[in-house]
Structure formats: structure tokens, C-alpha cells
């Protein structure tokens, strides 16, 4: 466990207990519980930071399986599968970007349709700042657990924040 992090026990009950101030986290008893629950949230977050509903699926069965693997050692079912389904996105992201690299662009003649100006705008963002801006907004977390997530410094995340919200702006405003 990291410093800073807090301590959940597990209960047979399906309790809640504290993990951060006044919130509550709910305690899954079992895999099926935790995949009934956070599935759907799960793949709306893996899609909103790769850009992809079939790579967020991927991603988010896969962090499931790695979860149902270490099931008994967890102490954080839901903080753990979501620190998975985040750090797979990165993952992707470094690949797509090699893959990129190495390959000769495509001739894109796409128009986007006025409601996907946003969306767009935010899938053309960096990785980093991207996920910065949807921890943040979506998942509503603080700056702090977004910095654990990523492994940065809090003041990275502010930055990332305030660069990416800046060139949203620019995209967004006319």
C-alpha cells in the first residue's frame, strides 16, 4: 500500500466503510458484485480516455480478470480495478503513439457534425491532459488521488488542468 492511501478492510456483510473523509465506498463481497456495479462506469471512463467504446471494453475486461486473479489480496476491489482500467488507457495510448510513429499517416476527409466539437476536441487533447480532465470532471476526483492515479505530482495535475482546459477553450470559443 502507498503512503497516503487509505485502508479499507473488507467485510462478509457487504458493508460500507470509509475511505476518504466523509465518503463512502462500498465493499463488494464478491467479483460478480463488483462487475454488476462498476462494469458500465468502468467502460464510459475507458472510452472517454482512449477514444474507443471496443478498446474500452477490452480494456475494462481485462483490468476485470486481473482484479478476479488477485481477489484475496486487494483490500480496494473498486480503487484497484479503476488505477487498472486507467494505467491500461495510458498503456494503449504509448503504443497507439509508437504505432503512429512508425507508420505513414492516413488522408483523413472527415467533417465532424456540430455536437462532436467538444468530444473531438477532447480526443485530440494529450494523453496526459486528457485523463487529467476526465478524472477530474467525469470521475469527479480530487487532485490529489488524479496525481496517485497517474503517478505525478499534484502540481503536474494543475498544470495539465489548466493547459488542457486553455486549449479546449481555443477549439471550443470562436
Not at 2 to 13: F, H, I, K, T
Not at 111 to 120: C, I, Q
Amino acid at each position: 500500500m502507498r503512503a497516503g492511501q487509505a485502508q479499507l478492510g473488507r467485510s462478509d456483510e457487504g458493508g460500507v466503510e470509509t475511505a476518504r473523509g466523509d465518503a463512502a465506498v462500498p465493499v463488494y463481497g464478491s467479483p460478480a458484485e463488483l462487475h454488476r456495479a462498476r462494469y458500465a462506469p468502468m467502460v464510459r471512463l475507458a472510452t472517454l480516455l482512449s477514444g474507443s467504446p471496443a478498446t474500452a471494453e477490452e480494456i475494462v475486461q481485462d483490468a476485470f480478470v486481473k482484479l478476479i486473479e488477485r481477489w484475496d489480496r486487494v483490500e480496494q476491489p473498486s480503487a484497484y480495478l479503476r488505477a487498472s482500467v486507467v494505467n491500461a488507457c495510458a498503456g494503449h495510448h504509448r503504443h497507439r503513439e509508437v504505432v503512429r510513429r512508425h507508420s505513414t499517416p492516413p488522408v483523413l476527409t472527415v467533417v465532424d457534425p456540430e455536437g462532436f466539437v467538444l468530444r473531438d476536441a477532447v480526443l485530440r487533447l494529450p494523453a496526459r491532459q486528457r485523463a487529467v480532465l476526465v478524472l477530474r470532471f467525469y470521475e469527479d476526483l480530487p487532485e490529489a488521488e488524479i496525481a496517485a492515479l497517474l503517478h505525478c505530482r499534484v502540481g503536474t495535475v494543475k498544470s495539465a488542468l489548466h493547459r488542457g482546459l486553455a486549449q479546449l477553450r481555443r477549439v471550443i470559443e470562436p
